[in-house]
């Protein structure tokens, strides 16, 4: 695997940030960590002093995806590995990796232009793990964050991009059900994907972040008891389980226009079974779902017209 070892924060823009105050609280059982220097709303899943930052904007839109390397040393590692790509990655001022609580702050664009970055060192202990109501915590350490979903117009492109220029492995492709195509998984840790692409005709954006919490009480709590069940009118997919990472999960639309998915029980791949770059291994599926996952029409206001 590459430098890259995991996930580690993802920033959006929206003019709904302050509902994320009690949204995700509510909704996630999370925490809400330190606010940012603009006074981003900022979640909190685990000891890093957050992991989402919705700051205020006019519009809904990605501001950046935190990709986490482990030192300095594998940070010029990992820009070697970008420049050769031709990714020209740059050094941020200490003034923005201040603002995002790390130690070191590089930025770079992937095939498409949306806002990603490297960093090492991101601050943590702000308080301890304290949440609002019973809860067994989320699965993160080695394997960061979650995932990330994008929707993009060259699942081919994204694809090569994050083996080539940042050191990740494909996990699978499945063939998701009418009117969208395939779709691909990639990892940089044990966790099944660290980040997948949906192919979506002149499309590009966020389409999804997952979480995942320890136990799937709290997955059901929050459907059932916090969210009403397959009634709420925010799901864009019922309770379900997938054939791929084999996580029991829903997915709902948040207040900053993108969606979360929450989830339990991701499957953790062993990279000697599995560790192709170039999908000799690679596990190609047609059946998305072992059960459940009805669709349901949402909006998704961070996907937009791709203009190249
Ligand atoms: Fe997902």
């Known amino acids: 695997m590459g430098e890259i070892a995991k996930l580690g924060y993802i920033g959006v823009e929206s003019p709904a940030y302050e509902e994320w105050r009690t949204w995700a609280p509510d909704v996630l059982g999370c925490m809400i960590g330190p606010d940012g220097e603009d006074g981003a709303v900022r979640v909190k899943i685990d000891e890093a002093d957050y992991r989402l930052s919705i700051h205020p904007g006019e519009d809904h839109k990605l501001a950046y995806v935190g990709w986490e390397v482990l030192s300095h040393r594998d940070l010029e590692a990992a820009m070697e590995r970008l420049s050769r790509a031709g990714a020209k990655p740059e050094v941020a001022d200490k003034a923005v990796a201040q603002a995002r609580g790390v130690d070191q702050l590089v930025t770079f664009t992937d095939p498409f232009g949306q806002p990603y970055e490297l960093f090492c060192y991101q601050e943590s202990g702000y308080r301890d793990w304290n949440p609002p109501r019973p809860h067994a915590g989320f699965v993160t350490g080695d394997m960061g ?115 979360i998915e929450y989830g339990w029980g991701g499957l953790e791949i062993d990279d000697l079974e599995r560790r192709s770059p170039h999908n000799i291994n690679l596990r190609k599926g047609k059946r998305p779902e072992l059960w459940g996952h009805k669709f349901r029409f949402q909006p998704n206001e961070t996907v937009r017209p791709y203009q190249p």
């Open 145 to 259: 964050l979650g995932h990330v979903v994008f929707a993009v117009p060259d699942a081919r492109a994204a694809v090569d991009f994050h083996i080539e220029a940042m050191g990740f492995l494909t996990s699978d492709i499945v063939t998701l059900r009418e009117p969208l195509g395939e779709m691909w998984f990639l990892r940089a840790n044990p966790r099944h994907h660290s980040v997948a692409f949906l192919e979506v005709p002149n499309s590009l954006g966020l389409q999804h972040v997952y979480v995942e919490s320890k136990s799937l009480d709290d997955v059901g709590y929050s459907y059932y008891d916090v969210l009403g069940g397959d009634e709420c009118p925010d799901l864009f997919m019922n309770l379900g389980r997938h054939v791929g990472d084999q996580v029991i999960s829903y997915y709902v639309h948040s207040p900053a226009g993108f969606f």
